[in-house]
């Protein structure tokens, strides 16, 4: 599960990602909205729900912003009014920016990340991201920390250990 934002802009960031990604950011936002409120069991300790948890409206901004998208590109988008729909009815329309938005290094592992999956498609948008690096999970403490399947990468050496936001 993961909400890709190469960009601070998640209008932005939904034009630079391909048509599959983009159209699963619409079905994980959903999915990480249903358990940041309660209506799903599953994923409540997944870094990609704890991210966003406190910033539940700016998540909706960027799933506005992906099905804004996905309809530019003419593909069927239900996904952002769901979203709205539930966020709207738990009181949660102020989109608060999450600490992290417009973290450089967040940023960059996202680019990376994405370079690391399609290559020859991200490798021009992001030229001079680094191609090892790990995600930065954001956490409720102002910090980054990296995944447990990211950290045995490391060991691996597949991945780059990088230094994380102290807080």
């Known amino acids: 599960m993961q909400t890709f934002l190469p960009y601070p802009s998640a209008a932005h960031s939904a034009r630079v990602l391909d048509d599959a990604r983009l159209r699963k950011q619409g079905q994980e936002a959903a999915q ?3 358990t940041l409120l309660g209506l799903t069991a599953g994923y409540q300790h997944h870094p990609a729900v704890t991210m966003w948890r406190g910033a539940e409206g700016a998540l909706g901004w960027y799933t506005s912003e992906i099905g804004r998208e ?9 996904f952002d009014t769901e ?24 940023h960059l592992a996202h680019q ?13 948008h992001f030229p001079f991201a680094p191609t090892q690096m790990p995600y930065l999970w954001p956490t409720d403490k102002g ?12 060991k691996e ?3 780059v250990a990088w230094p994380t936001r102290e807080p």
């Open 32 to 34: 990480i909205v249903r």
């Open 83 to 106: 979203v709205f729909g539930l966020l709207y009815r738990a009181g949660f329309m102020v989109a608060r920016q999450p600490w992290w938005m417009g973290d450089r290094q967040f």
């Open 112 to 124: 990376s990340a994405l370079v690391r999956k399609l290559p020859r498609r991200y490798g021009p």
């Open 143 to 154: 910090t980054f920390r990296l995944s447990k399947p990211d950290i045995q990468r490391i």
């Open 157 to 159: 050496g597949e991945l």
């Open 70 to 78: 996905c309809r530019r590109r003419g593909f069927a988008a239900s």
